[in-house]
């Protein structure tokens, strides 16, 4: 059994890194509230954004603005990996990069094989990750989560829809932290581009879906779709930000709760020992009595 002096050094180290973990979790828990106002009112206008997106996608062709719906044979992928910047999260992160392994391995085996695959990473997590594995990164935008913000994301977004319609890369790929509540996060794979046209406008060839265009359907095209696509990037990282408050949170939560539980064991420990050292004292004494008596 430890001496009473390793064990009081464990409590009391315990009992600092619970303060920690506590604190950690009403910061996250702060931070989350805000987050996540942010991500449930903006995803229902990117989610309709999206929608519209689809169905227009598929009744205009290149000429017409349609250049990030086109679709070409897969040879170069860009994959925009977005993690957080620090650690202390659970298994947000490792979530996010074990997807984007999978997605890999499964269908972009060859491409990876020819060297063909790119990443654009969001967080430095993933940058540390690329890097660590020397796997090709195209640019890093580690700086977008200390402020958050349209205006932020949509020079990175305006850059990899250059990049595709410029043929840099054939298809465009998103892996991210999809926030759903506090306890769960959905690792998710999205095609970004080209754009993936709805089932209906593709069965039905656009013939129920007839959309007005005011002043003209060129201009409506060349505005509407880079914007709509600059929303789904802004979108997925709300959700990843979300996500991740959500983790910390849940995380250190779940360290705190150990912590104390731990502390218990210890201080049981602690009195354990206590207790047979003064067993042994009595019993030294007594002994030291009874040969001086005899």
């Known amino acids: 059994m430890a001496n009473l002096k390793e064990v009081r050094n464990r409590i009391v180290s315990v009992t600092s890194t619970q303060q920690i973990t506590s604190a950690m979790k009403m910061v996250s828990a702060a931070k989350l509230r805000r987050a996540q106002d942010a991500i449930v009112q903006m995803r229902p206008y990117a989610e309709k954004l999206k929608e519209i997106l689809g169905n227009l996608s598929g009744s205009v062709d290149a000429s017409e603005g349609g250049a990030y719906s086109v679709e070409r044979e897969t040879k170069k992928i860009l994959i925009v990996l977005i ?19 999978e997605l890999i391995a499964g269908k972009y085996a060859a491409q990876f094989a020819a060297g063909n695959v790119s990443f654009l990473t969001i967080g430095k997590k993933a940058t540390d990750y690329i890097t660590k594995n020397k796997l090709s990164l195209y640019s890093a935008h ?8 349209f205006d932020n ?10 990049a595709f319609s410029n043929k840099e890369f054939d298809v ?22 080209p754009v993936v046209r709805s089932e209906e406008s593709s069965a039905k ?26 929303i ?31 502390i218990k064991e210890l201080k049981l420990s602690y009195n354990k020992a206590r207790q047979a050292a003064i067993t042994n004292e009595i019993l030294e004494i ?9």
Do not use: C, W
């Open 83 to 101: 993690t957080s910047n620090r650690g202390l999260a659970g298994a947000f992160n490792t979530n996010v990069l074990k997807s984007a392994r």
């Open 142 to 149: 580690n700086e977008l989560f200390d402020k958050l913000t």
């Open 153 to 162: 994301v949509s020079p990175v977004a305006q850059r990899i829809m250059d």
């Open 172 to 193: 465009v790929e998103l892996a991210y932290n999809k926030f759903q509540n506090a306890a769960v996060q959905i690792p998710t794979l999205e095609q970004y581009l």
């Open 205 to 230: 060839k656009g013939s129920s879906i007839d959309y007005i265009f005011e002043p003209d359907k060129a201009t409506i095209v060349s505005e509407l779709i880079p914007k709509s696509l600059k």
């Open 232 to 262: 789904q990037m802004y979108k997925a990282l709300l959700d990843s930000h979300a996500a991740e408050h959500g983790a910390r949170m849940t995380a250190m939560n779940k360290a705190t709760d150990n912590a104390r539980d731990l």
């Open 286 to 294: 007594v002994g030291g009595a009874e040969a001086l008596n005899g």
